[in-house]
């Protein structure tokens, strides 16, 4: 949809008005929308990206205000049905992650969330609702809880902030759509599909270096990435884009 906002911002007016028109129709903004109902939700709710996108890029034909509305309902007020409307709010709201406890897919999950909670600040900051756009930054922050500085790398813990044990690399089941941790994707390219995570560690050095180790393990680890999962595509175009790396020059392993 990146792309579509630039090429196309006319249809693209046309989706957003669409999507508010469910909300305004159903009560909850679709994240799929799959032959005039709601679709299995597989993370997070993007379609706050999208709204996010419209405001960097100034495309207007929308009410902010009514966005930020519908974006707030759902990361705000618990779903009955979060397989298909809304979040998983319960640990995420009290703990600032996710946890197997509540949802597959926990950490995965969690760093979705928060980098929906940093676009609906976006959101709330063209809308000029500061204190809005304060509380959702600040709530985008609690999924670094979750980072693992020994592992160098994004965990999961338990509701009483305990490590999970068996730290790896890898995902833990082999049909990784049920992963308790990890969605499709394994820990790594699963971190790095978001420049405000990589962004938000403790300093610029620290998100180049995490960047870096995970796209060079991520394109020479046998295994550790596949094609046909688009999580594992998303550590070079990230690599490419936070903190405005340069490419590294060639290397031999």
């Known amino acids: 949809m990146p792309l579509h906002t630039l090429i196309a911002p006319e249809q693209q007016r046309a989706i957003l008005q669409s999507l508010l028109a469910i909300y305004e129709k159903e009560g909850w903004l679709p994240d799929a929308w799959v032959a ?16 996010a996108d419209a405001v960097a890029k100034d495309l207007g034909g929308f009410d902010q205000e009514q966005a930020l509305k519908a974006l707030r309902h759902h990361a705000e007020h618990p779903s009955d049905n979060p397989k298909k409307q809304g979040r998983y709010l319960e640990d ?12 597959k897919g926990a950490t995965s999950r ?3 969330y928060a980098y929906n909670d940093f676009c609906i600040a976006k959101v709330a900051e063209a809308a000029g609702d500061t204190a809005t756009a304060r509380k959702y930054r600040k709530r985008s922050q609690g999924v670094f809880k979750l980072f693992n500085k020994e592992a160098g790398h994004f965990w999961a813990k338990d509701q009483s902030g305990n ?6 690399t890898e995902n833990l089941r082999k049909d990784h759509w049920n992963d308790p941790y990890f969605y499709e994707a394994t820990p790594l390219p699963t971190a790095a599909m978001y420049p405000t995570i990589c962004g938000g560690l403790s300093n610029g050095t620290e998100a180049r270096k995490f960047i870096s180790n995970t796209w060079i393990v991520c394109c020479w680890t046998p295994g550790l990435t596949s094609v046909m999962n688009c999580s594992s595509c998303c550590p070079i175009s990230t690599f490419m884009r936070v903190g405005r790396i340069k490419p590294l020059k060639p290397f031999s392993i």
Do not use: C, H, M, R
């Open 36 to 51: 005039g109902d709601f679709g299995s939700i597989q993370g997070g709710t993007n379609v706050d990206v999208v709204f």
């Open 92 to 103: 995420y709201l009290k703990l600032g992650y996710v946890t197997s406890s509540s949802a």
């Open 110 to 112: 969690s760093l979705e």
């Open 163 to 168: 490590w999970q044990p068996d730290i790896t």
